[in-house]
């Protein structure tokens, strides 16, 4: 497949603006696809992943604070047992 | 509002430097809760107020800077705040290192306190808290400087309007 048929769905070769990195180089090749490969608004599985260890992480959180385990329990009276 | 590229390279300075520093001073921190958890007498005493000149004189600084600059530098490049996922979680997690480090200054207080007052063997569970919490804002600020580097895929709904309005009022 030539790549021009391969990169025309990226947003690289649709908007010039997402061709830019951080710095203001330029992207191509692989790090272009890297950065553009999904469709705009659909939400990348590493970020559905990110966000189901986050909820874990909230609910153990709020199962501690609950339990009475809370950060208070560190401070003041709470640090004397 | 894209910064002037002279612009851009001294934030970016300023970001790593930061936040890398950062890091290093959690690194510190984390080490001077492990002996202060692991030793009694003289080393336990002297590594709990050394954590309290070193959270309030170079960490809050540090973490207050990185999130400050960071913000800075996404709305002055082309990345944007909200544009990129791996933006928002970067943003995300140093907001939760900047609200778990101000809440663990009471205990880094405290702990300075019992060192000096001789009352640390009653602060037990709050020394244990110190190694947990530097562990965890390790992994978190490692997670985040792997985000900077790799700047995984994944455009927001926001991004994709904001860069075709851009594209529209370009032509």
Known sequence: MPLRMKLVDTYCLDIETECLDKYGHRLRGDETMTVTKNKAGEMPRWVKVFIGIGVAALAVVAFAVLSGHGPWQHMGMGGMH | ?171
């Open chain 2, 1 to 171: 509002m894209v910064l002037p590229m002279w612009w851009r390279k001294l934030v970016l300075t300023l970001h790593v430097t930061s936040s890398v520093g950062f890091v290093g001073a959690v690194a510190a921190f984390l080490a001077l809760a492990v002996a202060g958890l692991v030793t009694d007498g003289p080393l336990a005493s002297a590594a709990y107020p050394s954590m309290q000149i070193v959270t309030w004189w170079v960490i809050v600084p540090l973490a207050a800077s990185t999130l400050l600059i960071g913000v800075l530098q996404s709305i002055g490049t082309p990345w944007g705040l909200v544009r990129y996922y791996w933006v928002i979680i970067k943003l995300a997690l140093t907001l939760l290192a900047l609200a778990v480090l101000m809440l663990q200054t009471q205990s880094v207080d405290m702990l300075a306190q019992a060192a000096l007052g001789g009352t640390l063997t009653e602060h037990a569970s709050t020394r244990f808290s110190m190694v947990l919490h530097g562990t965890g804002g390790i992994v978190v600020l490692l997670i985040a400087t792997v985000l900077s580097v790799y700047k995984p895929r994944g455009m927001t709904r926001h991004g994709a309007r904001a860069i075709s309005a851009e594209r529209m009022s370009a032509t």
